[in-house]
């Protein structure tokens, strides 16, 4: 998450983050092997590689209910070491998807209420002092990072 501009009030009392109904299962980050290591004695997570990374399906059932991420802690948040949590959960809620020109552009999810369009220039500030060279390295580095656009989320 963006630390640096998220209130941790607003986000303990929304608490959207890291669960993942079915319809949004797309949007769970891909992870590196030293953490789906971690899910060998839970056949309910089926895994699958994406280029570097792996993918995790989680198990919606029957039930379809919302599902949290297998490494995410009710009482204490996300159990992953620094290292092994995904660039894409540090930088939520920016993701990075494709433009109408098909380009990989960087997006603003519209649901988090950490992040009101008020504190869109602060935002951008953020971004120019580093931010985006950064966001854009990453994706070099991990493709997985780039998604197709979706209408929730609106281009900065
Ligand atoms: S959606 Fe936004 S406000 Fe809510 S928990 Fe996530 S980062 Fe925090
Ligand atoms: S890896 Fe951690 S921060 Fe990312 S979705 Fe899972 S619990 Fe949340």
Known sequence: MLKTLLS???CAECRN????????AWEVPAFPESAVRKLK??????????GTKFRIE?????????????????????????????????VWPIRIMTDSCGRPALTLYNGCPGITS????????????????????ELKRDPTLLLPYHPNYIFL
């Open 8 to 10: 941790p009030d607003t």
């Open 17 to 24: 983050c890291c669960i993942f109904e079915e319809k949004s």
């Open 41 to 50: 004695d839970k056949p309910e997570y089926k895994i699958r590689k994406d």
């Open 58 to 90: 989680l198990p919606y059932g029957e039930t379809h209910s919302a599902q949290p991420c297998p490494f995410l802690n009710s009482q204490t948040g996300c159990t992953l070491s620094p290292e092994e949590k995904p660039f894409a959960c540090s």
């Open 118 to 137: 008020d504190m869109i220039p602060e935002l951008k500030k953020l971004l120019d002092s580093g931010l985006r060279e950064r966001i854009f390295s």
